[in-house]
C-alpha cells in the first residue's frame, strides 16, 4: 500500500502505481487522497509540499465544514492551490442549507436502497454535485505538481471522485475497488480523529458502526449502479460533459507514458 505517513493526518496515500488498461501504471506523485488537512503539523506540511510535491488542493467538504473547521495550515503557502467543490448542494454560506440537504441526502439514500445505504448515498453525491464532481477531475489534470484530495475522513466523497477518476483512466475494477476498501485498515484512527473534532464528534456515534466502514462490496455496488444506469463510470461523466478531451488530459496526468 502505497500509504504517505504523517503525524496528524492519518488516512493518506499516492496513487501511483495501480495498473491500468494497455498495460500502462498510474504514476507516482500525481494523486494523493487524504482526510481533513487542519491539523498538520510542519513536518506534515514539509512532507507533502517538499518531498510528495503536493501544488493543489482539491476540498470536497461543505462550507459548513469548511468555516467550522478553520483554515489548515496549506492555506498559508503562495505555492499551494486550494479549490472547493463541496458534494453537498449549497447557496453560498448558508450552512443551514448544507446540513438539511445532506439529511435529505441520507433519507433518500435509505428509501432508494436500504440493504445499500452507503452505495445509494454515494449516487446522491452524483446526482446532487455533478457539477463539482467534474471540476474536481478536470483540477486534477490541471495541477502543476501532486493534486491531493479530501474531505473529513477521506473515504465516502473522497472515495467517490476518486473512484471515478480512476475509473476514468482505465484503472482495473478490482483495484478501484481495493482501493477505496483500504482506508478501512484505518477506520479507527479515522473515527477517532472526527471524533476529536466539534464539528463531527456528535455525528459520528449517531451512524451504526458498520455504516463507517468502507467495505469493498459497497464500492462494487456502486459501480455496478453506474454500469446499468449511465454505462459505467465513463457514461456517468459524458453524460456531464466530461468530454474525450477531458479524459485524454486526465490520462496524460496520471498515466505513465
Not at 491539523?39 to 510528495?52: G, N
Not at 453560498?92 to 438539511?100: L, Q, R, S, W, Y
Not at 458498520?210 to 449502479?225: N, T
Request: proline share 4%; charged share 30%; hydrophobic share 40%.
Amino acid at each position: 500500500m502505497r500509504w504517505i505517513e504523517l503525524e496528524n493526518a492519518v488516512n493518506v496515500r499516492d496513487l501511483g502505481g495501480l495498473p491500468a488498461a494497455g498495460g500502462k501504471r498510474t504514476r507516482h506523485g500525481q494523486l494523493v487522497r487524504s482526510d481533513n488537512l487542519q491539523d498538520l503539523s510542519p513536518k506534515d506540511v514539509t512532507r507533502l509540499v517538499d518531498e510528495v510535491g503536493v501544488t493543489t488542493v482539491i476540498d470536497l467538504r461543505s462550507m459548513d465544514e469548511v468555516v467550522k473547521e478553520g483554515p489548515d495550515p496549506l492555506k498559508a503557502l503562495a505555492s499551494v492551490e486550494r479549490l472547493h467543490f463541496s458534494l453537498i448542494p449549497e447557496a453560498g454560506e448558508m450552512t443551514d442549507v448544507a446540513k438539511a440537504a445532506l439529511a435529505i441526502n441520507r433519507e433518500r439514500a435509505i428509501k432508494r436502497d436500504p440493504d445499500d445505504v452507503a452505495g445509494a448515498f454515494y449516487l446522491g453525491y452524483l446526482d446532487d454535485r455533478p457539477d463539482s464532481v467534474v471540476q474536481a477531475l478536470r483540477a486534477m489534470s490541471n495541477a502543476q505538481g501532486a493534486a491531493l484530495v479530501h474531505c473529513a475522513a477521506g473515504k465516502d466523497r473522497t472515495g467517490v471522485v476518486v473512484a471515478l477518476a480512476l475509473s476514468a483512466v482505465g484503472v482495473t475494477r478490482d483495484e478501484v475497488i481495493a482501493d477505496y476498501a483500504a482506508s478501512g485498515e484505518r477506520i479507527e484512527q479515522i473515527l477517532d480523529r472526527l471524533r476529536s473534532s466539534p464539528t463531527y464528534a456528535a455525528d459520528i456515534d449517531n451512524i451504526p458502526a458498520d455504516e463507517h466502514a468502507p467495505r469493498a462490496e459497497i464500492m462494487e455496488r456502486f459501480l455496478i449502479r453506474l454500469d446499468t444506469d449511465f454505462g459505467g463510470p465513463l457514461g456517468w461523466l459524458a453524460k456531464h460533459d466530461f468530454t474525450d478531451r477531458d479524459v485524454e488530459l486526465l490520462e496524460a496526468k496520471l498515466l505513465e507514458r
